[in-house]
C-alpha cells in the first residue's frame, strides 16, 4: 500500500507528536512504507505526522543528495523519539522544500551544528553530531514532530509572497507526481 502525503492546510501537520513506544502496532511496516512513500516522492525525509500519524518517527534517506553535500552520502535513518542540541557555530540560510508543500522552496536560516540523540527501529539508542546539509534534514524533519514547518522560519515578507501557492495548497489547486492527501475541507473531485 502506497502511503499518501498528508498537504498543507491538514491539521495532523499542526499537531505536537506523542512519543513512540516499544508497543506500537506494525512499526516495521510502518518504517516501511514510509520510506517508499518517501523514494516514491523524491524526498530525502519523511516525518510521522506527513502520513497522517502524530508519533514522533522520521525516516531520512540523504544519499540522494550526497554529491552535493559529502555528509549526507550514505546516510540513512529510522529516528524514533529524536532530540537535538544545537552546537556553537554558524546558522546557514538555504533553500528548502518539504513535501507537504508541493511546487514551494524557500531559504531557511538553519544551525550548521547539532548533536542528535534518537533510538532505532529496535529502541536502541544512538548519538551523534551532524553538521551541514544533513543537520538541515534531520532539523527540518524533527521540526515536523513539534507541528512546525519550514515556512514557519521564513520572513513575513517572504511569507506574503507565497501566500497564493500557499493558498492553491490548501483549496486543493495543486498536483503531484505522488499520492496525497488534501485537508479535510477539501472536496474530492
Ligand atoms: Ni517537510
Redesign the pocket.
Known amino acids: 500500500m502506497k502511503l499518501p502525503v498528508y498537504l498543507y492546510g491538514h491539521p495532523v501537520l499542526r499537531n505536537v507528536s506523542e512519543p513512540l513506544t516499544a508497543d506500537y502496532p506494525d512499526l516495521r511496516k510502518l518504517v516501511d512504507d514510509m520510506f517508499e512513500a518517501m523514494y516514491e516522492s523524491e524526498g530525502v525525509?519523511l516525518?510521522a505526522p506527513?502520513i497522517g500519524r502524530n508519533i514522533r518517527l522520521v525516516v531520512i534517506d540523504a544519499d540522494p543528495v550526497g554529491e552535493n553535500f559529502p555528509e549526507c552520502a550514505g546516510r540513512k535513518f529510522v529516528l524514533v523519539n529524536p532530540e537535538i542540541e544545537i552546537l556553537e557555530g554558524d546558522t546557514v540560510t538555504r533553500a528548502e522544500g518539504?513535501?507537504?508543500l508541493p511546487g514551494i522552496s524557500e531559504n531557511v536560516p538553519r544551525v550548521e551544528h547539532i548533536r542528535l540523540r534518537w533510538q532505532d527501529e529496535n529502541f536502541e539508542s544512538h548519538e551523534e553530531e551532524i553538521s551541514g546539509f544533513l543537520a538541515r534534514i534531520v532539523q527540518?524533519?524533527c521540526d515536523?514532530l513539534e507541528g512546525k514547518?519550514?515556512i514557519d522560519h521564513v520572513s513575513a515578507i517572504r511569507r506574503q509572497l507565497i501566500r497564493n501557492k500557499l493558498n492553491n495548497i490548501v483549496t486543493g489547486k495543486v498536483r503531484t507526481d505522488y499520492p496525497v492527501r488534501f485537508a479535510p475541507t477539501v472536496r474530492r473531485r
Request: hydrophobic share 25%; aromatic share 10%; glycine share 10%.
Open positions: 525525509g516525518a506527513q518539504c513535501l507537504s527540518h524533519e515536523h514547518l519550514y
